[in-house]
């Protein structure tokens, strides 16, 4: 609709004009994403006995759409994500526990909680290079590990924090053993963030984020404001794992010291990194290929899982990831023709018009 | 699809009904073994799982008419993970008996889901004293921590052991075995010093050197059963060892499982535990050899005693009730009586918990092996937690 105007009248478009085309070309959805969703909700409804695991899926795919907002986007490097995860749970675990039994509330408590946390420690984390932000998130992360396990009058230390029992999910709808409403109500806050974050990227701000990633000494000649950028990211990423922390806590009613180990922020890197960083699905599709290979390898072999997760990681990383998806997406004809087609839109931009 | 989702539900709320009430209608008692077989607390995943494919092994799998099945699950020690998996098994599997449990918090993520579903759920290993008070449905055949750890400090003060200065590892069961010791030795009139070290990456000589300016009579020590191979290193590296000072414990610091690999420096540590490898009688001794036999040569620990028990309370718990689960199984299981390879045991019908003997023993030398050596026996303990609970 908007190509045809520009076609007849103006002689060569300008690139603001390109640059615009091609922001709403990749703001609009593509069919592959429609199917995706749709096959996520049509898991509501067909597949019943599997909820649980994929209620799993749904928060762990949330926790690392968080981290690719950071590292897929803004290029911060983070060994300690799972301090706003776990900071997250421990806030709406907390909360249930003294009688704000409103899921939906917590959910808002956690994320502010953690957006406020994500923004003190922005601070520190923006300072320095790639080792010392891996550095300093991992000792954001411990410190706060080692704070929930001292403050056990709080948080029941090693224990963990018992005795959450959470109301009904908008008033109507109660936890159930089978986790169907755990599972609907996870999918639907990770669709919602989904899509607001799917939002931010295309936006000019989630533009800037980007150039950031790429060259953040070009980033600030051009004039973007590169230390707020990056803080506003941090902070958001750190609401979204925030609330990823608080649908575990409340889908478990259950908080232990793990939420903030190590483990969990390594995790969600693995899984990023099978899923692939910079485009939002990465985090999802990372989530859903672990967790699926981790129930099919520990349900066989219950003790050597780990030893075929390891493997075929390398093999990942030895074939590249990239290598895998363009064979997939040879198959399908529309595919091939559109990172060609992409490569065009945005021309060399003159130095005198920046 | 809102068809669809009612029926779910019906579905949904006809397992319920068929958990609750009818359980001695199926043919199959499948058993939920949730474990941690990979991670830092792997071993303990090992044991168990080996002792209760060995129980099995030994003892058939049919009992009351029902034929046995065991699903084993890798929690990797995380607690929502452990609770995904039991609630899995329970609505999926349908599984009438939830067992393992390497830890404590992968224990109480776990215990509302047994009371909900009105499942047995038999905790193997973990040891904190409260959790069978988090669910009707809970039962124990491990220990608990101050059930080994009241009787050592009993022990200390009879044989003339005045002064103590405790080190524990700076989390829940260490403090819980720190309060206990230390409540347990000054009501005896005994002098007691604490000291608490950090879980994770310990370095004990800062502590250590504390001990020997402090010159206690002896050191009591809680450490989780991987770090006490270290701790013991470096406590003759200082010469702690030949200063005097007596090292006494609750048993997992000369864990079964890694005290042959410690030398001899654990040579002398004086532990009270319910369970020793080396314990004198014909029940441990087939015990020990048939499970050597069936894996490699690895020899028993307390972990493995516990899933044992565990498999041994479940088949007889299911012989009382006449194969049927649920409230039937817990209310069998409950008074339990047995002579368990690591002596007699039973399990207290108020508590749920196990009451068993605990004993003293010193790492001695058997035919070229480390062993912890019994050598005097306290009869019948109770958690002493509820107990002082229930007066």
């Known amino acids: 609709m908007h190509a045809d105007p520009i076609a007849k009248s103006a002689p060569p478009p300008s690139t603001a004009d390109l640059v615009r085309r091609s922001l709403v070309r990749k703001g609009r959805w593509g069919v592959a994403e429609i199917g995706f969703w749709a096959v996520a909700a049509a898991t509501l409804f067909f597949l019943p006995e599997r909820h649980l695991i994929l ?29 706003f995860f776990g900071f997250g749970a421990y806030t709406a675990g907390i909360l249930a526990k003294h009688g704000f039994a409103d899921p939906l509330l917590g959910l808002g408590a956690a994320a502010l909680a953690a957006a406020l946390l994500g923004f003190v420690t922005s601070f520190l984390v923006l300072r320095g290079t790639d080792l010392t932000k891996l550095m300093v998130t991992l000792g954001v992360a411990l410190l706060l590990g080692e704070i929930a396990n001292q403050a056990s009058w709080l948080t029941g230390g090693a224990d963990g924090l018992q005795g959450i029992s959470m109301g009904p999910v908008l008033g109507l709808f109660e936890f159930d053993i089978f986790g169907t409403t755990a599972y609907a109500y996870s999918l639907t806050v990770s669709f919602l963030l989904f899509i607001l974050a799917r939002r931010i990227v ?109 493997l075929i990681l390398v093999v990942i990383v030895l074939v590249g990831r990239e290598r895998l998806t363009d064979k997939v997406g040879a198959l399908w004809p529309r595919s091939r023709t559109r990172p060609a087609g992409q490569a065009q839109v945005l021309p060399a931009t003159p130095a005198r018009e920046v | 699809m809102r068809r ?34 990979t991670g830092p607390f792997a071993s303990t995943g090992r044991q168990i799982e080996a002792a209760a494919k060995l129980y099995m092994r030994q003892n058939g799998d049919t009992v009351a008419g029902k034929t046995i099945q065991l699903i084993v699950k890798d929690d990797t020690g995380v607690a ?140 009591f020590v809680f450490v989780p059963s991987g770090v006490g191979a270290q701790f013991m290193k470096q406590f003759v590296e200082r010469g702690l060892d030949k200063s005097g000072i007596k090292l006494i414990g609750p048993g997992d610091v000369t864990d079964d499982d890694i005290l042959n690999g410690m030398g001899d420096v654990a040579l002398g540590a004086i532990t009270t535990q319910h369970y020793s490898a080396a314990h004198d009688s014909p029940e441990n001794k087939a015990f020990v050899e048939a499970f050597k036999k069936a894996n490699n040569g690895m020899r028993p620990n307390f972990m493995a005693v516990g899933g044992y028990d ?50 003293v023993r010193r790492v001695e030398r058997v035919n070229g092996e480390l062993y912890n050596v019994e050598f005097a026996t306290i009869p019948n303990v109770k958690d002493p937690v509820k107990a002082a609970k229930s007066n």
Do not use: C
């Open chain 2, 310 to 359: 565990g498999m041994h309370l479940i088949y007889e718990g299911l012989k009382k009730s006449n194969g049927a689960g649920g409230e039937a199984l817990v209310n069998a299981m409950k008074g339990l009586s047995w002579t368990s390879p690591r002596g007699p045991v039973s399990i207290d019908p108020q508590t749920r918990d196990i009451v068993q003997n605990i004993y």
């Open chain 2, 4 to 37: 669809r989702s009612v029926l779910s539900a019906a579905g949904a709320a006809l397992a319920i009904l068929a958990f609750g009430g009818t359980a001695s209608g199926q043919e199959v008692v499948k058993i939920g073994l949730i474990l941690p077989m």
């Open chain 1, 55 to 83: 209620n799993e899926i749904a928060i762990i795919g949330l926790f690392a759409l968080s981290l690719d907002l950071i590292l897929g986007y803004a290029g911060i490097v983070s060994l300690g994500h799972a301090a």
């Open chain 2, 80 to 219: 929502d993970i452990t609770k995904r998996l039991a609630q899995e098994l329970i609505v999926n599997e349908k599984v009438g008996v939830i067992a393992g449990f390497g830890l404590t918090p992968l224990a109480l993520a776990s215990a509302p889901l047994a009371t909900q579903a009105k499942v047995p759920a038999v905790v193997m290993a973990a040891a904190t004293a409260t959790i069978t008070e988090a669910s009707p449905y809970i039962v124990r055949t491990s220990f608990t921590l101050p059930q080994a750890t009241v009787p050592m400090a009993n022990w200390a003060s009879e044989n003339g052991i005045k002064k103590v200065v405790t080190l524990v590892s700076d989390y829940g069961p260490g403090i819980d075995a720190e309060k206990a010791f230390t409540g347990a030795f000054s009501a005896k009139g005994g002098q007691v010093e604490n000291l608490r070290v950090p879980l994770a990456n310990p370095d004990f000589s800062p502590f250590l050197q504390k001990v020997a300016d402090a010159k206690p009579d002896a050191l």
């Open chain 1, 202 to 310: 295309v936006s000019p701000f989630g533009l800037s984020l980007r150039s950031i990633r790429d060259n953040p000494l070009r980033a600030r000649a051009v004039g973007i404001p590169v230390s707020r950028r990056l803080v506003a990211v941090y902070t958001l990423a750190a609401a979204y794992a925030g609330v990823a922390g608080a649908l575990l806590a409340q889908t478990t009613q259950f908080v232990s010291l793990d939420v903030l180990a190590f483990h969990r922020s390594a995790d969600i890197m693995l899984v990023l990194v099978i899923g692939g960083a910079g485009y939002l699905y990465g985090g999802l599709l990372g989530a859903i290929g672990f967790k699926v290979l981790q129930d099919i390898l520990s349900g066989w072999t219950p003790q050597y899982w780990q030893f075929w997760i390891g």
